[in-house]
């Protein structure tokens, strides 16, 4: 009864959600200046309101005019008061629970959750679930458990009176009563701070659940997946050991690159709901099938965009939901309520279509590679090794991209990929290496451009990584779990030498140029 009526519940709400974000769609410029202004009135008797002049707020540009951007860094002054006891500082009153990140632009975050940013996330949640039930029928979903792959839900005091822990663990321990018996792994299990005794403790359980939906970043789920078939010991897919399930929500990285050996660990592809959800605010989700990422209008956040080429800059321009273009790339900022105000996230989107914004994450700000003038972003390397695999039948566990320096030997310099593979390119390995020059020079015309007889840059060079040396990199460095990430693309070579240590080999010699 229980199921029957929780599944009504969601069958209920499907259509009502829909209506909501096609209205939302149609009032979006409205909507975004209320959410601002409410967001302002609300905090004008904080330290943040009296110094920005909140109460003298009446428009989007009085308030732009009044606060500038800032990233983690230039808003830690009013977090660490917080954090220390103070009231009234950023938000009203006091946040108690905080949230740890494994930062990939600052190094590691510690930021307020709010009662009001908590049900702003919680809703993203319940959103992301509805979509679920309507891709996988919400009786079938509910039907048997749902693993949600996330964080430690053990929270640590630090502070004045503060609780610090993972945002997916708050989540999970505030899920309300009708899914509380649903969820996988279980308060026990998602307690144990140790990852690898956690993810251990997860593939035994699940290996004997009938899972109707899984929820995490695709390269740790991939980790389960590796654990479960141990377990297995059959080599069958593990499709077969879950047969009724549907549905992955997954978020944190692109799937593009592990669209294929995921399948194949399954033995079927599953309907997929793609989320964008910062420990900052949860941003937007994928409403439909295809065509990018829904921007979420309705969840107490105003949104900016900063053109990509204005970064730095004196006074770079920041655009609202009713001024932004479509294929160009936008740093994102957010004002929520948790105190942030115009906070630079880090990621760079680009708008893929409009009524209703639908987004495309492409990158991060400080994620890219320019060390010869070629300016590649994330998107551009995840395409062209998406592209690569697929004229090459390889299939990729894990990658990073990195610059590979000029030396007294060679005075050109070229990038390396250092690559895990599932399954290695068929056929020479030189081929599998030229699609990705070939496909880069199709994608970056600076790329092409420094490529062009072999002038400005040489052709790039493919590392072959034994199996389990990203995972022992993040191991060696405390960031396994759900939270952390490697970048795809860097400007340096600190974590590809990391990398080439842990498995043993060289790392590059030459250090990088000094800055001119």
Known sequence: MITRGAAAVLDWMVPRRRQAWEDAS???????????????????????????????????????????????????????????????????????????????????KV???????????????????????????????????LLFLGGCTRL???????????????????????????????????AIPDWETRIEAVAALVAGQDLRLLSGMPSWMLILFERVARLNGSGRALGERWPNLKV?????????????????????????????????GFVALQTER???????????????????????????RRLTVADVELDRPYAV???????????????????????????????????FVNAFGENVIVEEVERTLIEACR???????????APCYASATETRGRHDWLIEFAEPPRGLDERFTRMLDETLQ?????????????????????????????????????????QNKVPRVTNDRAIADGLLRMAGLAPEAAPAPAPA
């Open 156 to 190: 640590q005091a630090m502070g004045d009176g503060c609780h610090v822990g993972d945002l997916s663990g708050l989540v999970m321990r505030r899920l309300p009563p009708g899914l509380r018996g649903r969820y996988s792994p279980g308060p026990d299990i998602s």
């Open 391 to 401: 004229r090459t039948g390889a299939q990729v566990r894990e990658f990073t991209v």
């Open 290 to 316: 295809g065509g990018g990422l829904t921007l979420m209008l309705d969840y107490g956040i105003f949104y900016e965009f900063v053109p990509f080429e204005d970064l730095g800059t004196a006074a770079p």
């Open 333 to 367: 900022a957010l004002t929520t309520p948790a105190g942030l105000w115009s906070y630079l996230l880090g990621d760079l989107v680009r708008f893929t279509a409009r009524d209703p914004l639908r987004l495309e994450i492409i990158g991060r700000t400080r994620h």
């Open 442 to 482: 199709q994608l970056n015309t600076d790329y092409r451009i420094k490529r062009a007889g072999d002038i400005g840059m040489l052709p790039p060079r493919v590392v072959t990584l034994p199996v389990g040396t990203f995972y022992a990199w993040m191991r060696s460095r405390g960031k396994l779990g759900n």
């Open 111 to 145: 930021l307020p959750v709010t009662a009001e940013a908590f049900a702003s996330h919680r809703r993203g949640g319940w959103d992301a679930l509805l979509l679920a039930a309507e891709r996988a029928g919400a009786r079938e979903l509910l039907g048997g458990p």
């Open 26 to 108: 149609r009032r979006a410029i409205a909507i975004q200046e209320r959410t601002l202004l409410d967001l302002v009135g609300h905090a004008r008797r904080t330290v943040v309101g009296r110094d920005h002049g909140f109460d003298d707020i009446r428009t989007v540009a009085d308030y732009q005019r009044r606060v500038p951007l800032r990233d983690y860094i230039e808003t830690k002054r009013w977090l660490d008061r917080t954090f220390a006891g103070e009231p009234d500082v950023a938000w009203p009153g006091r946040a108690r629970f905080w949230v740890k990140t494994s930062g990939t632009t600052a190094g590691d």
């Open 248 to 280: 992955f929500i997954h978020g944190g990285v692109s799937f593009g690159p592990y669209r294929d050996v995921f399948d194949e660990r399954l033995g079927r592809p599953l309907e997929r709901v793609e989320v964008y959800p910062a420990s900052e």
